[in-house]
């Protein structure tokens, strides 16, 4: 048989060595109470339901411009069935998602978002799929319009700094 020489230099246990970059890294330090209460201060959790909410909130004002400026009521209806097929799938996946985060195994829960997710594309589907029964002369284009600007919104939110999780909001 034949021996396989090792390497006699060892790194100590204090540093890790990335062989892809050949960077040295720290071993890990866990923070103490005082570090982890400061570091929360600094990093608060977003709140999902705040961008729901934004999404709502903006739906509803392209729904009431809508009727306010054409003085259609089919192209309003249309409007905020494209909110509907947006913000109602956003609420079931943010309160599903509050449920999950309190999952300690990390696999259960990542499968779990996964479910979730796939609910949400299922809901949202169906419901643009039920348009033209719910809403009498549906326009397709008001619908998709206020569909696509809903989803959006998420850029309003991270422009408002809702979705930073500095606790300082920036608008570039």
């Known amino acids: 048989m034949t021996e396989i020489a090792s390497n006699s230099q060892t790194v100590p246990d204090q540093v890790k060595s990335s062989e892809a970059d050949g960077v040295e890294e720290p071993e890990f330090k866990p923070l103490t109470a005082d570090e982890a209460q400061a570091w929360r201060l600094k990093n608060p959790a ?30 309003a209806a249309s409007v905020a069935w494209g909110v509907v097929a947006v913000v109602i799938p956003a609420m079931v996946f943010v309160r599903a998602l509050s449920r999950q985060m309190r999952i300690a195994q990390p696999k259960v829960a990542l499968v779990g978002l996964f479910t979730w997710e796939l609910v949400k594309i299922i809901l949202t589907v169906a419901l643009l799929l039920v348009a033209p029964k719910v809403v009498s002369d549906l326009s397709w284009l008001a619908l998709v319009a206020s569909f696509v600007v809903t989803i959006k919104v998420y850029w309003l939110a991270m422009a408002l700094g809702w979705m930073q999780r500095k606790s300082k909001p920036t608008l570039y």
Do not use: K, N, S
């Not at 709140?47 to 192209?75: C, F, K, N, S």
């Open 46 to 75: 977003l709140m999902p339901w705040r961008i729901v909410a934004l999404q709502a909130g903006v739906g509803g004002l392209m729904v009431l411009l809508t009727w306010l400026l054409t003085d259609e009521r089919r192209l």
